[in-house]
């Protein structure tokens, strides 16, 4: 079975510019969460969606949003770039079975760099 | 909110040794999860194993066995007759159990690099 798989694997954009980074989930997973992990860092959450909707949100500005389509996929939307946000962006699924929350199975995640 | 420590920002141990990472929490929750999570140079999140924190029992997985003290909110990882692979992060992290998911999501220590000498 494929795991979670994310796109792209690396980007470059400049500073003020806007991201789309994409994730789909393992197949049955109704959860997708994202994480952002900087440089010798642990991954800190930006947000988790479960059936569509956004149940959890990190300490993270406005212009960070996401989605989740009806096949489970999630796009993570990032505006007005900034340095420091350069970072691996990490995808989670998890089966979510009756809507608790479950381990989360990490995708190999986005590289993005802002220059 | 919940916290995550790793102390021991590296560590180094022989090939064939066991040993063992240390990991603690502050939470007000009673429901939980707890895991710990690999990460080698290819930087792939990679599931090493998970204890719920209604167990009393700790979880194991092949040479990897956690230590969990609830009341002393301690979540160790022992790593037995340790292989050139296991070479990575090390991560501790926790979710809380909730309806619709854990609103946090995972909460990640700082990590812990393990090297395995040959």
């Known amino acids: 079975d494929a795991g979670v798989t994310q796109s792209p694997t690396h980007l470059i954009k400049t500073r003020g510019q806007h991201v789309t980074l994409r994730c789909s989930p393992i197949s049955g997973h109704k959860s997708v969460s994202w994480y952002q992990q900087v440089l010798g860092q642990g991954p800190q959450f930006i947000f988790q969606y479960y059936e569509k909707e956004e149940r959890g949100r990190g300490n993270f500005p406005d212009r960070f949003s996401a989605r989740q389509f009806p096949n489970y996929s999630s796009e993570l939307n990032v505006n007005a770039l900034l340095l420091g946000d350069s970072a691996l962006y990490l995808c989670?699924?998890?089966?979510?079975?009756?809507?608790?929350?479950?381990?989360?199975?990490f995708g190999p995640g986005t590289r993005l760099l802002v220059l | 909110a919940q916290t995550v420590t790793q102390s021991q920002p590296e560590m180094s141990v022989q090939e064939a040794e066991t040993v063992t990472l240390s990991c603690t929490y502050d939470t007000s929750e009673n429901n939980y999860y707890l895991f710990w999570y690999k990460q080698p140079p290819s930087r792939q999140m990679i599931l090493v194993i998970r204890q719920e924190a209604y167990k009393q029992q700790n979880a194991t997985e092949n040479r990897f066995s956690v230590n969990f003290q609830k009341a002393a909110k301690s979540f160790s990882l022992k790593i037995s007759d340790s292989q050139l692979g296991d070479t990575a992060m090390y991560f501790c992290?926790?979710?809380?159990?909730?309806?619709?998911?854990?609103?946090?999501?995972?909460?990640f220590g700082k990590g812990t690099h393990l090297i395995i000498q040959p």
């Open positions: 989670a699924s998890s089966l979510a079975i009756s809507g608790f929350q479950e381990t989360q199975y």
């Open positions: 992290a926790f979710m809380k159990q909730a309806l619709g998911g854990g609103a946090d999501g995972l909460t």
